[in-house]
């Protein structure tokens, strides 16, 4: 950053001196200083905030006069900018500029404004901009805090907002506004004064404009006796002023449109009328009847913020006025209308106000109870308009909250219907319908809202601290879910409950419904806080069975609304003695989710017995079962052939207990099977793939049913099911897909021959069709009446068949949805089987199951969502929770032929594949079969392993895994051999090098055995492709550490030795190649040899090198005019990189390329090499920087120069004694670092080649960042750059060129383009100080 000079105070100059005195303003601040006012324009918000106090701290700790009148400048001049949006940004600016230095006059400030934007003096074109910069620039003053403390100056400003609210077309009612903002803070003395001269005393004014009612109303808030003498007395609430209120409270509601807010005006009116006791005369009057009578939806919106903002400000009885009338009404009808989708509801505002509200009197519990009562008494036919699910239900009380259940049970026994606010929309009273309008059907459907309301308020409530409303809410729905009541007795309360109205069966469908939906949220909690439980700690779905039974031990006064038969009682009572027996035994978890499993089902009993009659009994015997076998201690199967073990049982039970559509059951039945699951036979687990194999039997698929009849009962998803509501979604997806098939499409699509050949005869019939002999007859009015009449009737049967193909086709896609859902479902089980017992024997079956579920998921992609959960889900499973798994089953030694044959099963399915990605599965599976079949043996291999290559014998080692695992390496290796093979020949192989890769690092080994393939596709008559996915595959191989502890020295050193001897075939074609291929494969080889060179330099093996260096020099030319015609682009540049990292692994560096200047630098049509796209735009001449005059040097000595250096770039360098003198520091590092490079003891610097070729003279220039990456590859593996040898004098220009370019190219903000390099080599701020200035002032002499 330039150094910024000492503030003078210049005179003013002249008019022609102007242009001239700003731009020398300009350039004397620097660049961070002018940078604070472009960022405070920017649109956000915390950039402009940063560079405004940026801006504050530089001007305090640098304090100037010329920076500050400048600032003031640029700001002032900002707020008249053609932006909009940057004008309110340099206003705040200034706002907190003159709220800092506060030695600046704000009338000065305002003068200068005034003077900048007159308002006087401005002509169309600048109107717009002038009042606004007026405008903003007040509010800057009033921003400050400054302003209400200035008398001067707030005078000034309120007559300037005076002469700006004139300007109405541009600026609105916005100086008014501001001027009532100014107002509201200035003192009563200063009101008074300043009053007469804003306010007019005549009411027609007043009420012509919502800024000035809105005046005349702070005025009469603040100053009442100095407004009356202005005015006089003033009832605004009179009839002859309820027009002009309405009229101005609708401009009100439409100025706030787009801000979507309340306006103040309407409040503060609210507030007088409340306070003057006219607030039934200014709620029916004004906005009932005036702005609600031919009502637009901002007025609208402005009555329903009013009303949410007038509850905390109503009593009790004006509560009662609001809430049952018109307004309310209305409001409720938009309700409805308005659908959910749609951003102009108003749901959420009033949920915000009613919150407020409730939270603000926690205290009132009456008031609290009043406003709860009064919104869901707003109904729509009996049905209340707001949601079951409402949030604002947490702020009420416990003496609030005890109150509503107590009133929603009142009404769901005995419904009040006329203290509801009931209304009918538009559309429903043009429908004529009596049976709509019948009490019966409003008390179903307020019933059926009461109940959900009931099951949602739960969610809000915490277990301890409402445990008395949660058990009133629970006990309700159980007892008028599943009993109804003979005769009433004093111990149970709910016999007492009678009903004005008869429970229909359709209210007791949807209790049930929402009981179960209630288990659901009490077991979230009950997992959630398992210390906030009910009694003794038990989950509430224990004390719910407990109220149960003793519901059904009094039978004389309670009766079930399905009876239950003996066996089913027996069941129920078999039931309870058996929780007794798992609550002894409650400390063990696998009782405690048998305890689950039976009160869930045991539940269910009362809704559907007959099912769950015969499940009960099969759980109690599975359990005790196991329960017996535990105490036992044994892992026995059954003896008899013909009973089913009992956990193949439980597998089946648990299967049909997942076709349920509740998220609960499903919870129970992962838990459950996770205790299970140990004692999993085959058996039980191919019942499970079965249903995940739809390949197996169709029958026994059509014979699962998925039911989703309570999901759909329940309209708010109070039964929250995710895979129920995913089965919704898709549902809906398909309808609406069918739906938009149109009819023609459907019959022109659905036409067969059969119906062709019946109109056809019809035709013929009625002689329709005619021939040669009757062109001229016509069919009679009997006769074509009749053809007519059949026609009609074919095409009927027609359109029914159609529609009987539709609705089949509609069910079998809807059979196939709930098969996907029960299959998900079904993979719970196996994601806890694998991931609860990743050592059981029976892992190793789910492989290929597994594998067949995602190829056969892939092979139809996309087709449905269903498809896409199920394939994710699956693949997730395998890879993560079985591939990946830290523990795997040991016990595989009988089966271990099997594992082997199911290993080259996959390793051949792999190769078989179409998709790569599915061929990735299946070879995964095959690592993890040779991981389980390895065993332990891994950790004995890293245990035994050093990073360094020692003497480490192979032979032993291979024993060692032969004999202490199961795996046949031989075997195994013949299928991989195979398998590579295929990759390395095959055209399109979906086999890939990760994959191989993979398999190298985890078993070595198999590594070292497969190698000898790789190396033999390095060269010979493979494909180019091929031999560059060998090289790659061999080159990463190589760098493994653990594959060279499998290698004793002679092994590793023979290797390595055929490894090269396989490349030299390859280089001899090195910069020929033709196709991307051949491209490919030199750029493999090249990197596999420089990672044959490290290692032989790294463990200094007796490899001879020598061949290598020769050949690739004879290389070097070619290379070089590949990379200046541009071959390949960015390849060849690659190839070239590539080829001088092998040669300085071979001691041989790489030459320095001379830099040119800019002006050399050729045109873009001449130069072979891609240059970047300039950027668009260009710098004011006042910001470019003017470029020193060029270097004495001519373009025929700098040719010369490069000639000297080219030539000379690959020969030995030089030694110590023929460097030239240092001329710096870097030049010292570069002399310190010049040793010879040696390969197997011979120096090759010293001893230069007899054909080294030299460098192409017309190697073109590279950029400085092309230069920095060759310097940094010229180091690699400790091999020190060595710089050719040069004369004195031309080493020491190209050094102080090289300098200067850099330094160029560091400081110039564009070093791309040429035009501006010119500019930026002569910017003063590059000089430097000392001998560098002399050097620069010697060229200048110089040049001519």
Same mark, same amino acid.
């Given at each position: 950053?330039?150094?910024?000079?000492?503030?003078?105070?210049?005179?003013?100059?002249?008019?022609?001196?102007?242009?001239?005195?700003?731009?020398?303003?300009?350039?004397?601040?620097?660049?961070?200083?002018?940078?604070?006012?472009?960022?405070?324009?920017?649109?956000?918000?915390?950039?402009?905030?940063?560079? @405004?106090?940026?801006?504050?701290?530089?001007?305090?700790?640098?304090?100037?006069?010329?920076?500050?009148?400048?600032?003031?400048?640029?700001?002032?001049?900002?707020?008249? *900018?053609?932006?909009?949006?940057?004008?309110?940004?340099?206003?705040?600016?200034?706002?907190?500029?003159?709220?800092?230095?506060?030695?600046?006059?704000?009338?000065?400030?305002?003068?200068?404004?005034?003077?900048?934007?007159?308002?006087?003096?401005?002509?169309?074109?600048?109107?717009?901009?002038?009042?606004?910069?007026?405008?903003?620039?007040?509010?800057?003053?009033?921003?400050?805090?400054?302003?209400?403390?200035?008398?001067?100056?707030?005078?000034?400003?309120?007559?300037?907002?005076?002469?700006?609210?004139?300007?109405?077309?541009?600026?609105?009612?916005?100086?008014?506004?501001?001027?009532?903002?100014?107002?509201?803070?200035?003192?009563?003395?200063?009101?008074?004064?300043?009053?007469?001269?804003?306010?007019?005393?005549?009411?027609?004014?007043?009420?012509?404009?919502?800024?000035?009612?809105?005046?005349?109303?702070?005025?009469?808030?603040?100053?009442?006796?100095?407004?009356? &003498?202005?005015?006089?007395?003033?009832?605004?609430?009179?009839?002859?002023?309820?027009?002009?209120?309405?009229?101005?409270?609708?401009?009100?509601?439409?100025?706030?449109?787009?801000?979507?807010?309340?306006?103040?005006?309407?409040?503060?009116?609210?507030?007088?009328?409340?306070?003057?006791?006219?607030?039934?005369?200014?709620?029916?009057?004004?906005?009932?009847?005036?702005?609600?009578?031919?009502?637009?939806?901002?007025?609208?919106?402005?009555?329903?913020?009013?009303?949410?903002?007038?509850?905390?400000?109503?009593?009790?009885?004006?509560?009662?006025?609001?809430?049952?009338?018109?307004?309310?009404?209305?409001?409720?009808?938009?309700?409805?209308?308005?659908?959910?989708?749609? %951003?102009?509801?108003?749901?959420?505002?009033?949920?915000?106000?009613?919150?407020?509200?409730?939270?603000?009197?926690?205290?009132?519990?009456?008031?609290?109870?009043?406003?709860?009562?009064?919104?869901?008494?707003?109904?729509?036919?009996?049905?209340?308009?707001?949601?079951?699910?409402?949030?604002?239900?947490?702020?009420?009380?416990?003496?609030?909250?005890?109150?509503?259940?107590?009133?929603?049970?009142?009404?769901?026994?005995?419904?009040?219907?006329?203290?509801?606010?009931?209304?009918?929309?538009?559309?429903?009273?043009?429908?004529?319908?009596?049976?709509?309008?019948?009490?019966?059907?409003?008390?179903?459907?307020?019933?059926?809202?009461?109940?959900?309301?009931?099951?949602?308020?739960?969610?809000?409530?915490?277990?301890?601290?409402?445990?008395?409303?949660?058990?009133?809410?629970?006990?309700?729905?159980?007892?008028?879910?599943?009993?109804? @009541?003979?005769?009433?007795?004093?111990?149970?309360?709910?016999?007492?409950?009678?009903?004005?109205?008869?429970?229909?069966?359709?209210?007791?469908?949807?209790?049930?419904?929402?009981?179960?939906?209630?288990?659901?949220?009490?077991?979230?909690?009950?997992?959630?806080?398992?210390?906030?439980?009910?009694?003794?700690?038990?989950?509430?779905?224990?004390?719910?069975?407990?109220?149960?039974?003793?519901?059904?031990?009094?039978?004389?006064?309670?009766?079930?609304?399905?009876?239950?038969?003996?066996?089913?009682?027996?069941?129920?009572?078999?039931?309870?003695?058996?929780?007794?027996?798992?609550?002894?035994?409650?400390?063990?978890?696998?009782?405690?989710?048998?305890?689950?499993?039976?009160?869930?089902?045991?539940?269910?009993?009362?809704?559907?017995?007959?099912?769950?009659?015969?499940?009960?009994?099969?759980?109690?015997?599975?359990?005790?079962?196991?329960?017996?076998?535990?105490?036992?201690?044994?892992?026995?199967?059954?003896?008899?052939?013909?009973? $089913?073990?009992?956990?193949?049982?439980?597998?089946?039970?648990?299967?049909?207990?997942?076709?349920?559509?509740?998220?609960?059951?499903?919870?129970?039945?992962?838990?459950?099977?996770?205790?299970?699951?140990?004692?999993?036979?085959?058996?039980?687990?191919?019942?499970?793939?079965?249903?995940?194999?739809?390949?197996?039997?169709?029958?026994?698929?059509?014979?699962?049913?998925?039911?989703?009849?309570?999901?759909?009962?329940?309209?708010?998803?109070?039964?929250?099911?995710?895979?129920?509501?995913?089965?919704?979604?898709?549902?809906?997806?398909?309808?609406?897909?069918?739906?938009?098939?149109?009819?023609?499409?459907?019959?022109?699509?659905?036409?067969?021959?059969?119906?062709?050949?019946?109109?056809?005869?019809?035709?013929?019939?009625?002689?329709?069709?005619?021939?040669?002999?009757?062109?001229?007859?016509?069919?009679?009015?009997?006769?074509?009446?009749?053809?007519?009449?059949?026609?009609?009737?074919?095409?009927?049967?027609?359109?029914?068949?159609?529609?009987?193909?539709?609705?089949?086709?509609?069910?079998?896609?809807?059979?196939?949805?709930?098969?996907?859902?029960?299959?998900?479902?079904?993979?719970?089980?196996?994601?806890?089987?694998? @991931?609860?017992?990743?050592?059981?024997?029976?892992?190793?079956?789910?492989?290929?199951?597994?594998?067949?579920?995602?190829?056969?998921?892939?092979?139809?992609?996309? &087709?449905?969502?269903?498809?896409?959960?199920?394939?994710?889900?699956?693949?997730?499973?395998?890879?993560?929770?079985?591939?990946?798994?830290?523990?795997?089953?040991?016990?595989?030694?009988?089966?271990?032929?099997?594992?082997?044959?199911?290993?080259?099963?996959?390793?051949?399915?792999?190769?078989?594949?179409?998709?790569?990605?599915?061929?990735?599965?299946?070879?995964?599976?095959?690592?993890?079969?040779?991981? *389980?079949?390895?065993?332990?043996?891994?950790?004995?291999?890293?245990?035994?392993?050093?990073?360094?290559?020692?003497?480490?014998?192979?032979?032993?080692?291979?024993?060692?895994?032969?004999?202490?695992?199961?795996?046949?390496?031989?075997?195994?290796?013949?299928?991989? &051999?195979?398998?590579?093979?295929?990759?390395?020949?095959?055209?399109?192989?979906?086999?890939?090098? $990760?994959?191989?890769?993979?398999?190298?690092?985890?078993?070595?080994?198999?590594?070292?055995?497969?190698?000898?393939?790789?190396?033999?596709?390095?060269?010979?008559?493979?494909?180019?492709?091929?031999?560059?996915?060998?090289?790659?595959?061999?080159?990463?191989?190589?760098?493994?550490?653990?594959?060279?502890?499998?290698?004793?020295?002679?092994?590793?050193?023979?290797?390595?030795?055929?490894?090269?001897?396989?490349?030299?075939?390859?280089?001899?074609?090195?910069?020929?190649?033709?196709?991307?291929?051949?491209?490919?494969?030199?750029?493999?080889?090249?990197?596999?040899?420089?990672?044959?060179?490290?290692?032989?330099?790294?463990?200094?093996?007796?490899?001879?090198?020598?061949?290598?260096?020769?050949?690739?020099?004879?290389?070097?030319?070619?290379?070089?005019?590949?990379?200046?015609?541009?071959?390949?682009?960015?390849?060849?540049?690659?190839?070239?990189?590539?080829?001088?990292?092998?040669?300085?692994?071979?001691?041989?560096?790489?030459?320095?390329?001379?830099?040119?200047?800019?002006?050399?630098?050729?045109?873009?049509?001449?130069?072979?090499?891609?240059?970047?796209?300039?950027?668009?735009?260009?710098?004011?001449?006042?910001?470019?920087?003017?470029?020193?005059?060029?270097?004495?040097?001519?373009?025929?000595?700098?040719?010369?120069?490069?000639?000297?250096?080219?030539?000379?770039?690959?020969?030995?360098?030089?030694?110590?004694?023929?460097?030239?003198?240092?001329?710096?520091?870097?030049?010292?590092?570069?002399?310190?670092?010049?040793? $010879?490079?040696?390969?197997?003891?011979?120096?090759?610097?010293?001893?230069?080649?007899?054909?080294?070729?030299?460098?192409?003279?017309?190697?073109?220039?590279?950029?400085?960042?092309?230069?920095?990456?060759?310097?940094?590859?010229?180091?690699?593996?400790?091999?020190? %750059?060595?710089? $050719? *040898?040069?004369?004195?004098?031309?080493?020491?220009?190209?050094?102080?060129?090289?300098?200067?370019?850099?330094?160029? &190219?560091?400081?110039?903000?564009?070093?791309?383009?040429?035009?501006?390099?010119?500019?930026?080599?002569?910017?003063?701020?590059?000089?430097?100080?000392?001998?560098?200035?002399?050097?620069?002032?010697?060229?200048?002499?110089?040049?001519?």
């Amino acid at each position: 950053m330039a150094e910024m000079k000492s503030p003078t105070k210049a005179e003013p100059a002249s008019p022609a001196e102007a242009p001239q005195g700003d731009r020398r303003s300009l350039l004397e601040h620097s660049r961070e200083f002018l940078d604070f006012f472009w960022d405070i324009a920017k649109p956000d918000q915390e950039t402009r905030l940063r560079a @405004t106090e940026k801006l504050l701290e530089y001007l305090r700790t640098r304090p100037s006069d010329s920076e500050m009148k400048y600032a003031l400048k640029r700001l002032i001049t900002g707020l008249g *900018v053609g932006r909009e949006a940057a004008r309110p940004c340099y206003s705040l600016a200034l706002a907190q500029l003159l709220q800092s230095f506060e030695d600046i006059q704000l009338c000065d400030i305002l003068g200068q404004i005034q003077e900048k934007y007159n308002l006087q003096a401005m002509n169309k074109a600048m109107m717009r901009p002038t009042l606004f910069a007026n405008l903003f620039g007040v509010l800057a003053l009033f921003q400050s805090g400054r302003l209400v403390k200035d008398k001067e100056a707030l005078m000034k400003c309120v007559r300037l907002l005076k002469i700006l609210s004139h300007h109405y077309n541009h600026l609105q009612g916005q100086p008014v506004k501001a001027l009532v903002d100014i107002l509201s803070e200035v003192p009563e003395s200063m009101f008074q004064e300043i009053l007469p001269k804003v306010l007019k005393g005549d009411m027609k004014v007043i009420l012509s404009s919502p800024k000035y009612l809105e005046l005349f109303l702070l005025a009469r808030q603040r100053v009442p006796a100095e407004l009356e &003498s202005l005015v006089g007395s003033v009832d605004l609430f009179s009839e002859d002023n309820i027009p002009s209120l309405v009229n101005i409270l609708k401009a009100a509601a439409n100025s706030v449109k787009k801000e979507q807010k309340l306006p103040d005006v309407a409040l503060n009116l609210l507030r007088l009328a409340l306070k003057e006791n006219k607030f039934e005369r200014f709620w029916k009057e004004v906005l009932e009847e005036g702005l609600l009578k031919k009502p637009s939806f901002t007025s609208s919106y402005m009555c329903f913020r009013l009303l949410g903002a007038s509850l905390p400000l109503l009593s009790d009885e004006q509560l009662q006025l609001v809430m049952r009338g018109d307004l309310i009404r209305h409001f409720g009808e938009h309700m409805v209308v308005s659908k959910s989708q749609n %951003p102009l509801r108003f749901i959420p505002e009033i949920s915000a106000y009613v919150s407020t509200f409730l939270e603000g009197c926690q205290d009132d519990p009456k008031r609290q109870f009043t406003v709860m009562v009064a919104f869901t008494a707003i109904t729509n036919q009996g049905l209340p308009v707001m949601p079951t699910f409402w949030r604002v239900t947490r702020f009420l009380n416990t003496e609030a909250l005890q109150s509503y259940v107590t009133w929603l049970r009142d009404m769901f026994l005995q419904p009040d219907l006329d203290s509801l606010v009931d209304f009918s929309t538009a559309n429903q009273k043009r429908v004529q319908d009596a049976s709509l309008n019948v009490p019966e059907r409003t008390v179903f459907r307020l019933r059926k809202w009461i109940i959900h309301r009931l099951v949602s308020l739960v969610d809000h409530l915490h277990l301890e601290k409402d445990e008395a409303v949660v058990e009133q809410i629970a006990r309700f729905c159980l007892f008028h879910a599943f009993f109804k @009541t003979k005769k009433a007795t004093p111990q149970i309360p709910e016999t007492k409950q009678h009903f004005s109205f008869p429970l229909e069966d359709g209210n007791r469908g949807v209790i049930v419904s929402a009981f179960f939906s209630l288990l659901q949220t009490l077991s979230v909690k009950f997992r959630q806080t398992p210390d906030l439980a009910a009694e003794n700690g038990k989950p509430w779905t224990y004390r719910l069975v407990q109220l149960a039974d003793m519901l059904l031990k009094h039978n004389r006064n309670v009766a079930n609304v399905t009876p239950l038969t003996a066996q089913q009682r027996q069941a129920w009572d078999q039931m309870m003695s058996t929780l007794k027996e798992l609550e002894a035994q409650s400390s063990e978890t696998r009782a405690i989710a048998f305890q689950h499993l039976l009160l869930l089902v045991g539940l269910h009993l009362f809704k559907s017995p007959a099912e769950s009659c015969d499940v009960l009994g099969d759980i109690q015997t599975c359990i005790k079962k196991s329960m017996e076998q535990n105490l036992r201690r044994s892992r026995s199967r059954a003896k008899a052939s013909q009973e $089913p073990v009992w956990v193949e049982v439980m597998v089946e039970i648990l299967l049909s207990l997942l076709a349920q559509p509740s998220n609960l059951m499903r919870q129970v039945v992962r838990s459950v099977f996770g205790h299970v699951c140990s004692h999993l036979t085959p058996r039980g687990l191919q019942l499970i793939l079965a249903v995940l194999n739809p390949e197996t039997n169709e029958d026994e698929e059509d014979n699962v049913v998925v039911t989703d009849t309570d999901e759909k009962q329940l309209k708010h998803g109070e039964d929250a099911d995710s895979d129920s509501e995913e089965s919704k979604n898709s549902e809906s997806d398909v309808d609406s897909e069918d739906g938009e098939e149109s009819e023609e499409e459907d019959r022109d699509k659905d036409v067969d021959p059969g119906f062709r050949q019946q109109l056809m005869e019809v035709l013929q019939a009625g002689n329709a069709l005619g021939g040669e002999e009757e062109e001229e007859e016509e069919l009679g009015d009997e006769a074509m009446m009749a053809l007519d009449q059949n026609l009609a009737s074919l095409f009927a049967e027609q359109k029914m068949r159609i529609q009987a193909r539709h609705e089949e086709k509609n069910k079998l896609q809807k059979e196939r949805q709930l098969r996907r859902d029960f299959q998900i479902r079904a993979l719970d089980l196996i994601e806890v089987l694998v @991931t609860k017992q990743p050592e059981h024997p029976l892992i190793l079956e789910l492989l290929e199951p597994l594998l067949n579920i995602i190829q056969r998921s892939m092979r139809s992609r996309g &087709s449905t969502k269903q498809e896409q959960d199920l394939l994710h889900k699956t693949a997730r499973i395998f890879m993560h929770h079985l591939c990946r798994a830290r523990h795997y089953c040991h016990e595989v030694e009988p089966g271990a032929e099997a594992l082997h044959a199911q290993v080259e099963r996959l390793v051949q399915q792999a190769g078989n594949q179409a998709d790569a990605s599915v061929a990735l599965y299946y070879f995964n599976a095959s690592l993890y079969l040779l991981r *389980v079949l390895k065993g332990n043996t891994t950790k004995r291999y890293q245990d035994g392993q050093k990073l360094e290559g020692a003497n480490i014998k192979s032979e032993p080692k291979d024993s060692e895994v032969q004999t202490t695992s199961c795996l046949d390496l031989d075997f195994v290796t013949r299928v991989y &051999s195979a398998s590579l093979e295929s990759l390395l020949t095959k055209r399109n192989s979906p086999l890939t090098i $990760p994959m191989f890769l993979d398999l190298f690092s985890r078993y070595p080994v198999i590594c070292k055995n497969l190698l000898p393939i790789v190396v033999q596709h390095v060269a010979g008559s493979s494909r180019p492709r091929h031999q560059a996915q060998a090289c790659l595959l061999l080159q990463k191989a190589l760098s493994a550490r653990e594959l060279r502890v499998c290698f004793e020295d002679p092994e590793w050193e023979q290797l390595i030795s055929q490894v090269l001897g396989k490349t030299t075939q390859t280089l001899q074609t090195l910069g020929e190649a033709q196709s991307k291929g051949e491209h490919q494969r030199e750029l493999s080889i090249l990197e596999l040899l420089n990672t044959v060179f490290r290692i032989v330099n790294h463990e200094k093996l007796s490899v001879d090198l020598t061949a290598f260096l020769g050949m690739l020099q004879g290389k070097q030319q070619k290379l070089q005019q590949n990379l200046q015609q541009g071959n390949h682009s960015s390849g060849s540049s690659r190839l070239y990189d590539l080829y001088w990292q092998a040669m300085n692994l071979l001691g041989v560096q790489r030459p320095k390329s001379e830099k040119k200047n800019a002006k050399d630098i050729p045109s873009d049509s001449q130069s072979p090499i891609s240059t970047k796209r300039k950027k668009k735009g260009f710098l004011p001449e006042t910001k470019k920087r003017k470029k020193l005059k060029s270097e004495g040097t001519t373009p025929e000595k700098k040719a010369a120069s490069q000639q000297d250096a080219v030539t000379e770039g690959a020969m030995p360098a030089a030694t110590d004694k023929d460097q030239p003198p240092s001329t710096g520091k870097k030049r010292r590092k570069r002399v310190k670092a010049n040793t $010879p490079s040696q390969v197997n003891g011979v120096t090759v610097a010293k001893s230069p080649a007899p054909n080294n070729p030299t460098l192409s003279p017309s190697t073109p220039a590279k950029t400085p960042k092309v230069q920095k990456k060759k310097e940094k590859l010229s180091q690699v593996n400790g091999a020190t %750059p060595v710089s $050719p *040898v040069e004369p004195e004098s031309k080493k020491h220009q190209k050094a102080l060129s090289t300098k200067e370019v850099k330094r160029r &190219s560091s400081q110039s903000a564009l070093p791309k383009k040429r035009a501006r390099l010119s500019l930026v080599s002569r910017s003063p701020s590059l000089l430097q100080s000392g001998i560098r200035k002399r050097r620069v002032a010697r060229r200048r002499v110089q040049t001519p």
